[in-house]
């Protein structure tokens, strides 16, 4: 071996091309939080004094993906004006720079493209309208509802793995058993040794989609993060309408799957914020909050004055 290939990773030794793009699927109702949402979407709801996509945006460009392709539907047309320019507002704001700067992040995070889907027929089908951008090269999915910490990054490492194995990518958290019925479960086995250094890497067996506590192969749930090969558009293409009569992806990944592609996962155990529903939504809001340098310890003190006073049927404003 010489010195030069004894040097490379084992990701450029493959010779597979690191996925660069990444698609948001974005073109939801978001029912859970009407009327809110009839106007707004969800996306866009505030964490603080940033929307939920663009914590989003932030996770994929951290790792590298500054090419995002929105997923859109009717209505959802400031998702895309969140990261446009504002010249007028820049110009108000030029004696505030650090209000200014905050602004101007957004136009500059990535190369936001867009995609229209006619009519919401499954996050399978949201997936098919990407492939005119993504053509056959592998790509990220990042979920419109939920995301990581920075500070926990997981995306590095499916792109890793998805690198390697040439397969399917997937990402589990643990859920208590009693939970299992509120998420798509995993069946699993130990992965390759030679996989093992990415982290807490696991081979798919199959996915069950909310099982009964009693019947669930494991208490590993599918969180919002995919790494895919090119090849899944045409698996889409032959995937029957399934669950709810929509095109799932699940589906999708299980006909690769059954035709010998490989399918693995990273376990994660850092934090993950889930703003799918409202209570997960003012939980990720507060956990920020509390968080931030600038809020946390006047907002910590007043939640904690807030909690007591509550808690001890005393006035709580």
Known sequence: MSEHSANLSPSAATGRPRAVKAVIPAAGLATRFLPATKAVPKELLPVVDRPVLQYIVEEATQAGLTDVLLITGRGKTAMVDHFDRRPDLEERLAEKPELLAAVKRTEELADIHTRRQPEQ???GHAVGYA????????????????FVKPSE??????LELQVRTG???????EVDPAETKRYGIASVEPAEAELTDIGEVVRVTGM?????????????????????????FDAIRRTEPGSGGEIQLTDAMELLRGEGVPVHAIV???????TGMPLGYLQTVVQIAAERDDLGTEFRKWLVEFVNSDASGGPST
């Open 208 to 232: 069950v989609e909310k099982p009964k506590p009693e019947e669930a192969p494991s208490n590993l749930a599918v969180l919002g993060r995919y790494v895919l090969p090119g090849r899944i």
């Open 167 to 173: 397969g399917v990518v997937l990402a589990f958290f």
């Open 153 to 158: 990054p997981l995306l590095p490492a499916m």
């Open 268 to 274: 994660y155990r850092g934090t993950r914020y889930d």
């Open 131 to 146: 492939e005119s951008h993504v053509g056959d090269e592998p790509f990220a999915v990042l979920l419109g509802d939920e």
């Open 121 to 123: 027929l499954g996050l």
